[in-house]
């Protein structure tokens, strides 16, 4: 069985920055594309950023697509993710999830970390 655990949320104002880390178990972390989800309270979750298996492909979603980065270190079995130019709509949970890389279902994902907590003060 898998375990992922996310790291790095906070609070931050408005135009600021966090980098959010997913650490995963297992042996092969390197074989799955990954994904971040957020949910703001009220909200459905929604698909962020995802990166396929080996690093090479990555897709966004329009509302962080230029302000948002991901990205994976496979020799240390983790995906992060770099957020930029932080606006107060950004604030949710972040959540990790390994199965696709563009998929916006949640069905598509098989292993979900707990989340972390994002807050962007205006």
């Known amino acids: 069985q898998v375990q992922l655990v996310e790291s790095g949320g906070g609070l931050v104002q408005a135009g600021g920055s966090l980098r959010l880390s997913c650490a995963a178990s297992?042996?092969?972390?390197?074989?799955?594309?990954m994904a971040w989800f957020r949910q703001a309270p009220g909200k459905e979750r929604e698909f962020v950023a995802g990166?396929?298996?080996?690093?090479?492909?990555?897709s966004y979603a329009d509302s962080v697509k230029g302000r948002f980065t991901i990205s994976r270190d496979n020799a240390k079995n983790t995906v992060y993710l770099q957020m930029n130019s932080l606006k107060p709509e950004d604030t949710a949970v972040y959540y990790c999830s390994r199965g696709n890389y563009r998929s916006g279902n949640v069905r598509d994902y098989d292993y979900w970390g707990q989340g972390t907590q994002v807050t962007v003060s205006s």
């Open positions: 990166i396929t298996s080996s690093g090479g492909g990555s």
């Open positions: 297992g042996r092969t972390f390197s074989r799955y594309a």
